[in-house]
C-alpha cells in the first residue's frame, strides 16, 4: 500500500521541488546543467541526476532547492538512506517546505522507521488537509506501530472521501482485525475459562470451515452460559454447513426466542444486537468487564466484515483480487488465495510480483508441483532471490528431490540469514542426503520454528550420526516431549470429532 501511494506522491513531491531558473541566471552552463538534470528525473533516470545536482550544490551551497533536488533523486533511485539528512537540511531551513515533509516520510518507511515518519505526516496533513497520500501513508505507519485505533481512524476517513479505494477498505478491514484481536487477549487474559472465549473460539472456527472444532466450542460455552446471545446461531450455521437443516431450525428459533438483553446493565452488547458496532467498541475502557470485552471483540470482527465485503463489492481489478488473495492468506484459505492471484495474473499477465505471490500461495497450499514452475520462470530473471530459491528447494525436497533441492537452499540461506524456513529445509535436506555434521548448524537454528517436533528429530539423528550420544539423547527428550504435548492436543480435538442433536 505504501509503494503505490509514495511513487505518486513522489511526483509531485517533485514537481513541486524544481528549483528556479534565476538561480542560474549568471551562468549558462549551470543552468544548462540544472535543465538536464530535471530531463532526467522527469524521464526517470534517477541515478544519472544524482551527480549533476551534487556538482550544482558545490557551485551553491546549501541551496534548499538543489538540496531537495538532490534527496528527492536520491529516494526515487532507491537510495532512502541517503536522501534523508538532506530532507532534514532542508526542513530545518524550511519547517513547513511540504515537498521535504512528505519525501522525509516516505523514506522513513522505505528504511521500516515507521515511528519516525509519523510526525511529518501529521504535520503535512496539519497543513493540507486534503492530502488522502499523506493519510494513507500515515494510516500505513500507524498500523506498522501498532496504533491501530488511529489507523482505523484515518482509514475511515479516506473511506469517507473515496468510497472507490481498495487500500483504504483494506486497511480499515486489517485495523479492525488487529482491535478484535487486541481486545480478545484483554479477554482471554482476564476470563479465560469464561463462556466469552469459548463463543469467540467457536466463531473464529467457524470462519475457517472447521465445523467440528467449532461446535465443540459452541457446545463447551453453551454448558457454562446458555442464554448468550449468539450460541445458538452459531450452532444453527454449523448444523446448516453439515447437513443437519433440521437441528439448525431447532437452534434458530432457540436463538430467536432468548430473552432481551438489559440494556442498562450490558449496554455494549444492546449496541451489538442493534448493529451499532462501533458504539458497541466504545464501552471497553481498560478496566472492562468480561462481558463488555466479549461485545467489543465480536463488535471489531463485525466492522473487519463489513470493510472486506464493501471491498469485495469494488469492480474488478488486479489489485482487488490481490487484495482480497491477501485476506484470504491471513485467514489460511490458501486455495482461495491462489484462485485470486490466478485472478489477479488474468488481468496483469506480466505482473512478476502477481506471479510470485500465487507461487508462493501454491506451496502454502503444498500444491508443489503447480507451484515450480512458476518460481522457475521467476529464477531465470532474478536467479539469487533468496524466497524463489527457498520455495524451489522446498517444493523440490518436499516431492522427494532432495538432490536438486540442495543448491537452491544454499542459495536461500546465504542470501537471507534471517529467513530460518529455509535453515530448517536445508537441513532437513541434508540429513537427508547423509549429511548430518552439515546439517546440525541449520537445524539448530531452526529449532524456534520447531512445533511438531521435526527440526529436535532431525536433529537428534544427525548428532547421533556425527557420533555425539549425549546431545542426541537429550534432543530426542526435547521431541519427545513435543510429540507428548501434541498428542494431548490431539486427543483434546478427538473430544470435537463427532457434531451431535441439539441439547434438550
Not at 127 to 136: Q, T, W
Not at 269 to 292: G, I, R, W, Y
Not at 435 to 461: C, T
Request: hydrophobic fraction near 45%.
Amino acid at each position: 500500500m505504501v509503494v503505490s501511494r509514495k511513487r505518486l506522491a513522489l511526483q509531485a513531491a517533485f514537481l513541486l521541488a524544481l528549483t528556479p531558473a534565476a538561480v542560474f541566471s549568471q551562468d549558462s552552463d549551470l543552468a544548462a546543467e540544472s535543465h538536464r538534470a530535471k530531463e532526467l528525473m522527469a524521464a526517470s533516470h534517477f541515478s544519472e541526476a544524482i551527480p549533476i545536482y551534487e556538482s550544482l550544490l558545490k557551485a551553491f551551497p546549501g541551496n534548499t532547492g538543489l538540496l531537495l533536488n538532490l534527496a528527492l533523486a536520491e529516494e526515487m533511485a532507491g537510495r532512502p538512506a541517503r536522501a534523508v539528512p538532506h530532507f532534514e537540511a532542508v526542513l530545518k531551513v524550511q519547517p513547513d517546505n511540504m515537498p521535504a515533509l512528505l519525501s522525509l516520510s516516505m523514506a522513513r518507511l522505505q528504511l521500516n522507521q515507521s515511528r519516525d515518519a509519523l510526525a511529518p505526516l501529521r504535520k503535512v496533513i496539519k497543513i493540507d488537509p486534503e492530502n488522502l497520500d499523506a493519510i494513507g501513508m500515515l494510516a500505513d505507519a500507524e498500523m506498522s506501530q501498532k496504533l491501530f485505533e488511529e489507523a482505523a481512524g484515518d482509514y475511515r476517513e479516506l473511506t469517507a472521501r473515496n468510497e472507490a479505494d481498495p487500500r483504504a477498505w483494506y486497511g480499515l478491514g486489517k485495523a479492525y482485525e488487529s482491535l478484535a484481536d487486541r481486545t480478545f487477549d484483554r479477554l482471554n487474559q482476564s476470563a479465560p475459562e469464561s463462556p466469552y472465549v469459548a463463543v469467540l473460539l467457536a466463531d473464529t472456527r467457524l470462519q475457517r470451515r472447521q465445523y467440528r472444532s467449532a461446535f465443540f466450542f459452541y457446545r463447551q460455552a453453551q454448558s457454562k452460559s446458555p442464554d448468550l446471545p449468539g450460541i445458538h446461531a452459531g450452532l444453527a450455521q454449523v448444523y446448516r454447513e453439515t447437513d443437519h437443516p433440521d437441528w439448525a431450525a431447532a437452534e434458530k428459533k432457540r436463538e430467536e426466542t432468548l430473552p432481551a438483553s438489559d440494556c442498562k446493565v450490558q449496554m455494549s452488547a444492546c449496541a451489538f444486537l442493534s448493529q451499532n458496532f462501533l458504539e458497541a467498541v466504545k464501552s471497553a475502557p481498560p478496566n472492562a468487564s468480561p462481558a463488555t470485552l466479549f461485545w467489543a471483540t465480536k463488535a471489531y470482527n463485525q466492522l473487519a466484515v463489513q470493510a472486506f465485503d464493501r471491498l469485495s463489492q469494488l469492480p474488478e481489478s488486479a489489485e482487488i483480487h490481490a487484495l482480497k488473495a491477501q485476506i484470504l492468506h491471513d485467514h489460511k484459505q490458501n486455495l482461495e488465495s491462489a484462485d485470486e492471484w490466478r485472478a489477479a495474473l488474468k488481468l496483469a499477465p506480466g505482473d512478476a510480483n502477481l506471479k510470485r505471490q500465487l507461487a508462493a500461495a501454491l506451496f502454502d497450499a503444498k500444491d508443489y508441483r503447480s507451484a515450480m514452475p512458476l518460481v522457475e520462470e521467476q529464477l531465470a530473471h532474478d536467479p539469487n532471490a533468496p524466497e524463489l530459491n527457498y520455495l524451489m528447494g522446498a517444493s523440490l525436497f518436499r516431492t522427494e528431490q532432495a538432490g536438486k533441492a540442495l543448491p537452491y537452499l544454499e542459495l536461500a540461506v546465504r542470501g537471507n540469514a534471517d529467513m530460518l524456513t529455509a535453515d530448517a529445509a536445508l537441513g532437513f535436506t541434508l540429513v537427508s542426503l547423509d549429511k548430518n555434521a552439515e546439517a546440525i548448524p541449520y537445524l539448530k537454528k531452526a529449532l524456534a520454528l520447531d512445533d511438531d517436533g521435526s527440526v529436535h528429530y532431525s536433529l537428534a539423528r544427525a548428532y547421533r550420526a556425527a557420533g555425539d550420544s549425549q546431545l542426541a539423547a537429550e534432543t530426542m527428550q526435547q521431541y519427545q516431549k513435543i510429540q507428548r504435548k501434541n498428542r494431548e492436543i490431539n486427543d483434546e480435538l478427538a473430544k470435537e470429532a463427532e457434531i451431535t442433536a441439539p441439547s434438550p
